[in-house]
């Protein structure tokens, strides 16, 4: 006997909506059942890992902190993924990103004025779309698989990142450490809201919204649904599937390198060997989990940031590895992806000699 899998020939747009729920209700389950074998408590980790991080002002704000590189890195990627155009190298634009932005602070320390941060951001944004121009033009130009090449480029641009802050861009003051000269004060992004967080994070909202009303309400967002459903009537339509991938691809590269600038100007304020505790990955499962909308993708950030300052205290008070936050969010992303394919397909069992039996819908 073997299983298939079946197209529905309509889903219910209710459980579409409910997925996600359902998702992070399975992923906390099985968080759970991980504590319980490790030998804790489970309603205890559950507590720690989820729901503390926003008891506390220091935690929350960290939460904040964490979410803003991963909504603006999702945001461009839904882009991506609702044009069909499979960005998996976020994570190598954010930090290409972050070195061009970091050419005026590092190269350039005695020029400090007004114009300073807008044109690291400027500088950020055009490092990203850059490096995530290279797959897709292989795609457009030799047909090659982005999927392949724009993760490659991952190991290449956190190779390069390695090189310059142990070679030519380590602080000449630093006593040899591998790091940048610390970023002056012209470089570094702002506190708000009496510094509870950065310029960040509203700067990050406000792009989701902009991106959510292009998406919904102009030419280009329908543009970018209709290639993704159907490239086919697209090209009837008067829409370039290759143009489009280049435009999605360099607006992705573009919102990936901004939040690497934002982060080296923010948070650190200066380069480091690594400066993303996997950002451009993480970003992905936030893409899904908010249903490839910039407002979901909000509330999916915030929540995969909680996978991050919860993970580290669990480590701290009930001595558990640190790794199971990344265990927590591939055990999320499967469940989505799951509750999604579930939703779309029916299972079918076939046997040997053809006979079928159909499963319960799910």
Excluded at 59 to 82: R, W
Excluded at 158 to 185: A, H, K, M, Q, T
Excluded at 299 to 310: D, P, Q
């Amino acid at each position: 006997m073997r299983i298939e899998l079946v197209k529905r020939k309509e889903h219910s747009q209710m459980m579409a909506m409910l997925s996600p729920l359902i998702a992070v209700a399975l992923t906390a389950l099985a968080a759970g059942i991980i504590f319980s074998i490790s030998g804790h408590n489970p309603l205890v980790g559950l507590y720690k890992f989820f729901i503390e991080p926003l008891t506390q002002q220091w935690s929350f704000e960290a939460t904040i902190d964490k979410a803003t590189p991963l909504i603006l890195i999702a945001c461009g990627l839904s882009v991506c993924y609702l044009s069909n155009n499979w960005n998996i190298g976020a994570e190598g634009q954010f930090v290409i990103g972050a070195l061009f932005g970091s050419i005026l602070p590092v190269l350039f320390p005695s020029f400090e004025n007004a114009a300073t941060l807008p044109l690291m951001l400027i500088f950020g944004a055009i490092g990203g779309a850059l490096w995530a121009l290279v797959p897709a033009l292989l795609k457009t130009r030799f047909n090659t698989n982005e999927i392949l090449t724009s993760l490659m480029l991952v190991y290449v641009a956190s190779l390069v990142l390695d090189y310059l802050v142990r070679g030519p861009w380590r602080d000449p003051d630093g006593y040899n450490f591998p790091e940048s000269r610390i970023f002056s004060d012209a470089a570094t992004l702002p506190e708000v809201f009496g510094g509870a967080m950065s310029l960040s994070a509203p700067i990050t909202i406000l792009i989701a919204i902009i991106l959510a009303i292009v998406l919904a309400k102009t030419l280009k967002g329908f543009e970018i649904r209709v290639m993704g459903e159907s490239p086919r009537a697209g090209s009837f339509a008067g829409f370039s599937a290759k143009g489009l991938t280049l435009f999605s691809f360099a607006l992705a590269g573009a919102l990936a390198g901004l939040a690497g600038t934002m982060e080296v100007s923010g948070a650190l304020n200066q380069l480091l060997p690594s400066i993303s505790p996997g950002y451009g990955f993480t970003a992905i499962i936030v893409a899904f989990l908010g249903r490839l909308n910039p407002i979901g993708i909000i509330i999916a950030g915030f929540v995969l940031a909680l996978s991050y300052i919860g993970g580290e205290g669990v480590q701290s008070a009930m001595g558990v590895t640190n790794e199971i936050a990344s265990v927590i969010q591939g055990l999320l992303l499967f469940f989505v992806l799951a509750c999604d394919t579930l939703i779309l397909y029916r299972i079918r069992f076939v046997s040997r000699h053809g006979s079928q039996g159909e499963a319960s819908h799910v």
